[in-house]
C-alpha cells in the first residue's frame, strides 16, 4: 500500500483588508476593536471585492499548491473543494475550479463540512491515493464569506468573526515511510442548528417565499448565519482536545511529543485555552486568525501553507491538526511531515 503525503501547499488572500475599527467606520457597526481582540484575537480579515468568488480564490491558492507539488493540474486523479460557501447552489465549486485549471476529465467533487471541511477533505484524500485509486488528488478549501455576512450591528455577534480566503494542497503517494498517519472525524447533527444559516427551506412549496409579483422573499433570520456563540465555544474545546488526544492515544505518543499543531482558526481564545489545557508550547502552535479571521475551511489549508512557506516545517516533523464547527462536525489528523 502506498502512504499519502502533502506533496505541495498554497494559500491566497483577497487583497482588501477591513481591520475592526473598518467595521465601525466604514460598516456602522456598533462594535470595537477591543470588544473583538479581547475575544477572539481578530485584528483584521480580508474581504473579496464583489465578482470574485471561491472557485476564484481557489484556483489561485491551487496554482501555488500544484506549482510546488511540480505537477500540471492535467496530471490530478481528483479535485476535492471544501466550502460552506459555494459560488451556487449547483453544481459545486470543484467543478468550477476544474474548468480554471483548464483539466477537463478530472472528476470533481465538493465537501459541505464548513470549519472541519479540510479535514473531511483529507480524509478522503489520504483514503484515494493509499487505496491506489489516486496519485495526485487535489484539496482546497476556499470561503467567501463577505457576501454572506450581516454587517449591520444586529449581525455583529457573527459578522465580526468571518474573512474570506483560500488554501490548497496536493496530496500525492509515495513509497517514502512518511505522510498522513491517521485522522478522526466525528459529527454529532443534533446540534444541526446551533450554527447554520438556512437561506432556504428545500421542505417549503416553493423552497423560498414569493411575494404577489412572483419575487423570492428572504427573510433576515433566513438570509443570515445564526450562531449559539457559547456552546460553540464549549463543545470546539472539547472535540478539539479530545480527538487530538484520541490520535495521540492510537500512536502511543503524548500531545507534546508534536512538533507542530495547526487548529482550526475560529477563536484565538479557544486555541489558547486548548494549547494551555494540553500543556503544549505556545511556539508549536502557530496562528493566523489574527490577520484573517475565521476563514473556515481555509483555516488549516492557509495556515500550512503559511508555515511551508516560511520555512518552520522540517522533514520528519511530528504534525497535528484539528477542527471543529458547524453540524457539530470535528476531527483531527496525525502527518509525519
Ligand atoms: C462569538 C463570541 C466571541 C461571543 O462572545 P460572548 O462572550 O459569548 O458574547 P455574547 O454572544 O454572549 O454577547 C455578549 C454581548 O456582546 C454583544 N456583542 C456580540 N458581538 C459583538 C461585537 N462584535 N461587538 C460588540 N458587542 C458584541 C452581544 O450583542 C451581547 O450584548 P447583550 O449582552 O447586550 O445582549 C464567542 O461566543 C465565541 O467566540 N464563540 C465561538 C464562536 C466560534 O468559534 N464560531 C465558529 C465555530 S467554527
Not at 41 to 56: L, N, P, Q
Request: glycine fraction near 10%; charged fraction near 20%.
Amino acid at each position: 500500500m502506498k502512504n499519502a503525503y502533502i506533496s505541495g501547499t498554497g494559500y491566497y488572500y483577497p487583497p482588501r483588508v477591513v481591520t475592526n475599527q473598518d467595521l465601525v467606520d466604514q460598516y456602522g457597526i456598533d462594535t470595537s476593536d477591543e470588544w473583538i481582540q479581547k475575544r477572539t484575537g481578530i485584528k483584521a480579515r480580508h474581504f473579496a471585492d464583489e465578482g470574485v468568488g471561491s472557485a476564484e480564490m481557489g484556483h489561485h491558492a491551487a496554482k501555488m499548491a500544484l506549482d510546488n507539488a511540480g505537477i500540471k493540474a492535467t496530471e490530478l486523479d481528483m479535485i476535492l473543494f471544501c466550502t460552506l460557501s459555494p459560488d451556487h447552489t449547483f453544481p459545486g465549486s470543484g467543478v468550477y475550479l476544474q474548468a480554471r485549471l483548464e483539466c477537463p476529465g478530472v472528476p470533481a467533487m465538493d465537501i459541505r463540512n464548513q470549519c472541519s471541511g479540510f479535514l473531511y477533505g483529507l480524509q478522503t484524500a489520504a483514503a484515494l491515493v493509499k487505496s491506489g485509486a489516486a496519485k495526485h488528488v487535489l484539496l482546497v478549501g476556499a470561503e467567501t464569506h463577505s457576501a454572506a455576512l450581516d454587517l449591520t450591528t444586529r449581525g455583529r455577534g457573527v459578522s465580526s468573526l468571518f474573512g474570506d480566503a483560500a488554501g490548497a494542497v496536493v496530496v500525492s503517494a509515495t513509497d517514502e515511510d512518511r505522510g498522513i498517519q491517521h485522522i478522526v472525524l466525528g459529527a454529532d447533527g443534533r446540534y444541526g442548528d446551533v450554527l447554520c444559516q438556512k437561506i432556504w427551506d428545500i421542505t417549503k412549496r416553493p423552497f423560498i417565499p414569493l411575494d404577489e409579483d412572483g419575487n423570492g422573499v428572504v427573510s433576515p433570520e433566513m438570509m443570515w448565519a445564526h450562531m449559539d456563540g457559547k456552546l460553540v465555544f464549549k463543545n470546539a474545546v472539547e472535540k478539539m482536545i479530545t480527538s487530538l488526544a484520541a490520535i495521540c492515544w492510537d500512536y502511543k505518543m503524548q500531545v507534546t511529543d508534536l512538533d507542530m499543531v495547526l487548529f482550526h482558526q475560529a477563536n484565538l481564545r479557544i486555541n489558547q485555552f486548548i494549547q494551555q489545557t494540553m500543556g503544549l508550547d505556545e511556539a508549536k502552535v502557530p496562528s493566523n486568525i489574527e490577520r484573517c479571521g475565521n476563514t473556515t475551511a481555509a483555516t488549516i489549508p492557509t495556515l500550512l501553507a503559511e508555515q511551508v512557506e516560511q520555512g518552520k516545517v522540517e522533514p520528519g516533523m511530528k504534525m497535528g491538526m484539528a477542527a471543529f464547527g458547524s453540524g457539530f462536525t470535528w476531527g483531527a489528523a496525525y502527518l509525519v511531515w
